[in-house]
């Protein structure tokens, strides 16, 4: 975890650390103050900063977020509240491949439920959870914006459009195989 101080002396500054990080926490932050500073630390660079951390860190730990809002100058609860909007960004570690089943109007009414349901039942999660071993992270997405290919599935950041629940659970498997 990252500890930080509410410290800055301006905007070409970055908020110091209040206790010293490994090396590798340190390469992280370097990583997130370079994208702030790119951008001026203006506020409007926020989804930016919290692709950059996730990036970095994996997903996005309450640390992080406290640092990117002292860093952006933004109050914290708008830094959380862009963080938990997006599906795409996790405030829990992922597992090591994902899996997003829109579950958008059209999505669910051609079956996303039902592709959902049988994953839920394969894996052994619910949604928004990952399995034990660290495999595979469930999310449920509120519209992926692929209404036309509906129902809709991203696995490892791939789109596959009109998916049936027996083909989403056979790439599933192969994950699990390996």
């Known amino acids: 975890m990252v500890a930080t101080t509410a ?34 630390y203006k506020g409007d660079a926020l989804i930016e900063v919290l692709h950059a951390a996730q990036d ?3 997903y996005l730990e309450e640390d992080v977020l406290v640092y990117i809002a002292q860093g952006l100058k933004l109050p914290l609860s708008r830094v959380y509240g862009v963080a938990t909007f997006y599906h795409l960004f996790s405030l829990k570690p992922t597992g090591a491949h994902s899996c997003v089943v829109c579950m958008g109007t059209a999505c669910y009414v051609k079956g996303g439920g039902k592709v959902m349901d049988a994953l839920q ?34 696995l490892d950041g791939t789109v596959m459009g009109k998916q049936e629940a027996q083909q989403v659970l056979t790439e599933v498997k192969r994950w699990e195989n390996g």
């Open 56 to 58: 970095a860190f994996g």
């Open 7 to 40: 410290k800055s002396a301006s905007k070409d500054q970055a908020p110091e650390r209040a206790s010293k990080p490994s090396k590798d926490v340190d390469r992280r932050l370097k990583r997130l103050d370079i994208t702030m500073k790119r951008n001026q």
């Open 121 to 154: 039942d394969e894996l052994g999660i619910e949604a928004g959870e990952t399995t034990p071993d660290g495999n595979v992270s469930l999310m449920a997405a509120r519209c992926l914006g692929a209404c036309g290919i509906a129902p809709a599935v991203v």
